[in-house]
């Protein structure tokens, strides 16, 4: 496991766009609340790449990724929105390079891709954590402060779910394990490959957005099938946003859908956690311990160990 240097008041933090561009005048507005903040900011050649869908070719964001990684001046990456792409930039990333220059990686989204690809090649704990594009309609104070103590290194670090969006006990218990997890899309994809996620005695967490109920039942028994969620020793659903149901409907709730397929494992599950492609986003850092505390009175996750150094 390696440990990115943590980040201080006043840090460089470079952004990119590995996956889709970010129209000009969001990464404008957003990259000023970080300036706000009292952040200097280093804007990457892929923020200001267009082709197509994409934030410029495979190799332009592969290399832009890769020279943010390698500037001395940068102490922080923090993606500027997800979308796709991230599966035609990985084959051309050099882990090597990145191994030797740890940084503060964060994205969430599309970026699972490149989460899971660089700690699970590299050892670098990378962070599913909030991008610009969550900031696009103002700044959202709790995921600031969780952004902050998390990258910070404060500790204990406890993770408690806003009042605003309250935490679904469907199994209580508590359990420990490196945490995993990601997109729930972007996770399926890519079983079979050299990039699969190893999830074995984690705390998984899953999210997903602009699905259709039966894609999310489909999606969640493939993994079912695969093997990967009977080894895990917790799940936690974020927070599943704009789901979407056909005429004919499909008849069961996101919970019902996660308890029809997992509800038999001894392990304990929560569902509306913070994290994904909603308003409120936590920062979790990947591979590192936690502790889920799926506690009906007081649902928490805990890190066990400062993902900085």
């Known amino acids: ?35 706000a903040r009292g952040y200097k900011i280093k804007l990457g050649e892929s923020t200001r790449l267009k082709l197509n869908q994409y ?47 740890p940084k503060i990686f964060v994205g969430y989204s599309d970026i699972t891709a490149y989460l899971i690809s660089i700690t699970q090649r590299t050892g670098l704990i990378t962070f599913h954590g909030p991008m610009l594009i ?29 009042s605003e969006l309250p935490v679904k006990i469907l199994k209580p218990g508590m359990a420990e394990g490196p945490l995993w997890g990601g997109n729930l899309t972007l ?29 999310f039942d489909r999606l969640l028994y493939h993994l079912r099938r695969t093997g990967i969620l009977d080894g895990i020793k917790g799940l936690i659903i974020g927070e599943m946003t704009d789901m979407k149901d056909n005429k004919v409907p499909f008849g069961k709730t996101v919970d019902e859908i996660v308890m029809d397929v997992c509800g038999d494992l001894d392990i304990p599950i929560i569902s509306n956690f913070p994290c994904g492609h909603g308003k409120y986003q936590v920062t979790l850092p990947l591979s590192v311990p936690v502790r889920l505390n799926a506690d009906p009175a007081v649902p928490t996750l805990e890190l066990l160990a400062v993902p900085v150094q």
Request: aromatic share 10%.
């Open 1 to 35: 496991m390696i440990k990115p240097p943590r980040l201080h008041p006043g840090d460089t933090i470079g952004i990119v766009c590995p996956s889709r561009w970010l129209e000009s005048g969001v990464l404008s507005r957003t990259v000023d609340l970080f300036r």
């Open 55 to 101: 934030a410029g070719s495979p190799e332009q964001r592969a290399r832009d990724l890769e020279t943010m990684f390698t500037d001395p001046d940068v102490n922080a990456i923090i993606c500027a929105r997800g979308g796709y792409g991230a599966n035609r930039v990985l084959p051309l990333l050099n882990y090597q390079a990145i191994a030797q220059h």
């Open 134 to 162: 969550t900031f696009k309609a103002g700044p959202i104070d709790y995921n600031f402060e969780y952004l902050e103590k998390t990258l910070f290194g404060h500790t204990p670090l406890i993770i408690k779910p806003p």
């Open 187 to 215: 996770i399926t994809d890519r079983l079979a490959t050299e990039d699969q996620l190893l999830a074995t005695d984690s705390i998984l967490f899953l999210e997903d957005v602009h699905e259709y109920l039966y894609g």
